[in-house]
């Protein structure tokens, strides 16, 4: 595999010193540029081996190592070998310092790790295209979208290896989940959390969270301090994982992000004693009140879009009593889209349509809760709809 090296350095008379200590194969790649040109390549920097000479530039080489924090191999170098400017070069995620007089068989020794964790790098995005692909990964972050087998991994994992584990959902309110960029937003949650914690969406700007060797103080604590940065609040529903079922423990959390709306601090912290006390009656509620807020904007969209497509009809909608209804009455039949919650477990969706004289076409579909969401329940409405105006309105 052919090996990918930048030299990046204010000093032209750094490439031609540097190229000689290498002996680079015919296959191998190298780059020149100054930090200036750097904004432009990152996207080709981050599956190389960036060779910087901080000589006259030790905040620009900060710099640059702050940009790539951690995720490419760099190799700092200079005839100043500076202690208190190494200790931030590691700091700020440096592989190695090398002087730039190291004799040249020591030099391409050193270069060893870098290369092969670079070639670690590329085999990691490698894989990380095909979890994109399969969608199982997000596109521009390390979010997993497919939250139920990663859980189940990790409560698997857990049962294996105990250890003190916490799980979290994180929202921003209902106003403002559509006026930010989730692109943003998760971008904000990577930085914030540690290496070996795990971020999953379930919703538009709506996450959960494992975090692993600690306990909700802790939690609570490392949270408060790092959403004191962020634009918009973002609220979230701590609950110790402690042998749960992943819809117990997803249920649960959600229901103390519920509650976390209505407090005036960014995050709710529970006892395992609270945990068990929180009731039917609420988790009940609380659903009724999620399925209302989905349900409402996308009744009215619908029954806006098809006022003017299904002809000689009249199309109502409305949300009452826990449940959802969307009816279309014509001169000889009438269709009745409509969503109940018996319970907190499950989602019912039931579709009749009745034609004159008394004929019945009528199923049921059961969702668990934490797989329905805006986009499922539109695409079965507007194929509802087609149905009936393909069979009854045409």
């Known amino acids: 595999m052919p090996n990918r090296i930048v030299l990046i350095s204010d000093d032209s008379d750094f490439f031609e010193f540097i190229k000689l200590k290498l002996e680079l194969r015919k296959s191998d790649e190298l780059s020149t540029m100054s930090f200036d040109e750097v904004p432009e390549q990152m996207s080709a920097l ?6 910087v000479n901080s000589e006259n530039s030790n905040q620009k080489t900060i710099d640059l190592l702050n940009i790539f924090s951690y995720n490419t191999p760099i190799i700092v170098t200079a005839y100043n070998d500076d202690e208190a400017f190494k200790k931030k070069c590691y700091r700020a995620g440096m592989l190695d310092f090398i002087p730039l007089l190291t004799s040249d068989a020591e030099f391409r020794a ?4 870098a290369l092969s ?3 670690v790098i590329k085999k990691n995005k490698q894989y990380r ?23 189940d991994n990790a409560l698997t994992e857990l049962k294996i290896h105990p250890s003190k584990a916490v799980f979290a959902a994180i929202a921003p309110n209902e106003r403002d989940k559509y006026l930010l960029n989730p692109n943003q937003t998760e971008t904000f949650l990577l930085r914030n959390i540690r290496k070996n914690d795990i971020l999953m969406t ?8 494992i975090m692993y060797n600690t306990d909700l103080k802790s939690a609570q604590k490392h949270w408060d301090k790092a959403i004191a940065n962020f634009q918009t609040k973002l609220y979230v529903g701590f609950v110790t994982i402690i042998n749960q079922s992943r819809q117990q423990l997803i249920n649960t959390a959600l229901i103390n992000l519920q509650e976390a709306y209505g407090k005036s601090g960014s995050a709710v912290e529970y006892s395992s004693a609270k945990k068990t006390a929180v009731n039917f009656k609420m988790k009940r509620k609380w659903l009724s009140e999620q ?6 904007p996308i009744f009215y969209r ?8 299904l002809t000689g009809v009249k199309i109502e909608q409305d949300y009452k009593d826990g449940s959802g209804y969307f009816n279309i009455t014509g001169k000889h039949f009438t269709a009745e889209f409509k969503i109940t919650t018996p319970g907190f477990s499950k989602i019912n969706i ?9 004929e019945v076409d009528s199923k049921r579909i059961t969702f668990n809760p934490d797989e329905f969401d805006e986009g499922l329940l539109e695409d079965l409405l507007e194929q509802f709809l087609k149905e009936v105006k393909t069979k009854y309105c045409s």
Request: glycine share 2%; no cysteine.
């Open 129 to 151: 295209s095909l979890l994109v692909k399969n969608k199982l990964l997000s596109k521009n972050n390390e979010v997993f979208i497919n939250y139920e087998n990663v859980i």
């Open 110 to 113: 050193r270069m060893l790790p």
């Open 350 to 358: 039931d579709l009749a349509i009745t034609k004159e004289p008394l």
């Open 46 to 51: 981050q599956t190389s081996v960036l060779i």
């Open 202 to 209: 379930f919703g538009h700007n709506q996450y959960y969270l």
């Open 117 to 119: 964790l670079v070639s």
């Open 291 to 296: 399925l209302e807020i989905l349900i409402t």
């Open 302 to 309: 619908l029954q806006q879009k098809y006022m003017n497509r």
